[in-house]
């Protein structure tokens, strides 16, 4: 599996971003996560989605301000940010697994594949 993130860029505190990732192939039960890595700090998680169930999860740090969705026709999953703020900034990855218990879903480390990472700075 191959995944392909784009949609990183400038953008001044308060605004919005959609970043994309779209998979060469994800079928069944596979969860597609968003995880960023800031200056110096280590990665952490933001969000997933089961492509089967539908069901989000996200960190609290960007609960109420970041949706995830998913479009199975296109193997798309999108990651909208609003009311973005400067430590919002990082580099942003998506990635993705196959199966995996559900209490697992915010480790890095419990993901298969990984896409290339996209930059988003927010200027404040």
């Known amino acids: 599996v191959q995944l392909q993130a784009s949609g990183g860029g400038l953008v001044q505190a308060g605004g919005s971003l959609r970043l994309s990732c779209v998979a060469s192939?994800?079928?069944?039960?596979?969860?597609t996560g968003w995880f960023r890595q800031g200056p110096g700090k280590e990665r952490e998680f933001v969000a997933a989605v089961r492509r089967s169930y539908g069901t989000t999860h996200f960190a609290d740090s960007v609960k109420g301000r970041f949706t995830i969705s998913r479009d199975n026709t296109k193997n798309t999953v999108y990651l909208q940010m609003t009311s973005l703020k400067p430590e919002d900034t990082a580099v942003y990855y998506c990635a993705a697994r196959q199966r995996g218990i559900l209490s697992t879903l915010r480790d890095d480390a419990m993901y298969e594949y990984w896409g290339q990472g996209t930059l988003v700075t927010v200027s404040s």
């Open positions: 192939e994800l079928t069944g039960t596979w969860t």
